[in-house]
Nanobody, 121 residues
Framework: QVQLVESGGGLVQAGGSLRLSCIGSGRLFSINTMGWYRQAPGKQRELVAASTSTGSKNYADSVKGRFTISRDNAKNTVYLQMNNLKPEDTAVYYC???????????????WGQGTQVTVSS
């Protein structure tokens, strides 16, 4: 009922920048939380950054000062601006959203398919 589509991943050298985008579609009534997780090979999926509809944001310690999350609520879109990328940022990045649908305001959680980010040293 709710789909998330990411874009913007790719290969970049250390110190470079990338901007990820994620667009939500489907039977959306409201989105409370939108955010980004990542999963590196052999590691668990971890939170990178999240933003709530009230404007609060939180970041993983490892990306504070380098990554910025932002939202366009009118477009059901969340962005992740990643600056000063490091090889340890290499991972598959997943978009996440939670809210309610138009179907009797049922709660939902949704994940995108993931987009690869590779940072070379």
């Amino acid at each position: 009922q709710v789909q998330l589509v990411e874009s913007g991943g790719g290969l970049v050298q250390a110190g470079g920048s990338l901007r990820l985008s994620c667009i939500g579609s489907g039977r959306l009534f409201s989105i409370n939380t939108m955010g980004w997780y990542r999963q590196a090979p052999g590691k668990q999926r971890e939170l990178v950054a999240a933003s709530t509809s009230t404007g609060s944001k939180n970041y993983a310690d490892s990306v504070k000062g380098r990554f910025t999350i932002s939202r366009d609520n009118a477009k059901n879109t969340v962005y992740l601006q990643m600056n000063n990328l490091k090889p340890e940022d290499t991972a598959v990045y997943y978009c996440y959203a939670a809210g309610t649908t138009t179907a009797w305001r049922q709660p939902f959680e949704a994940w995108g398919q993931g987009t690869q980010v590779t940072v070379s040293s």
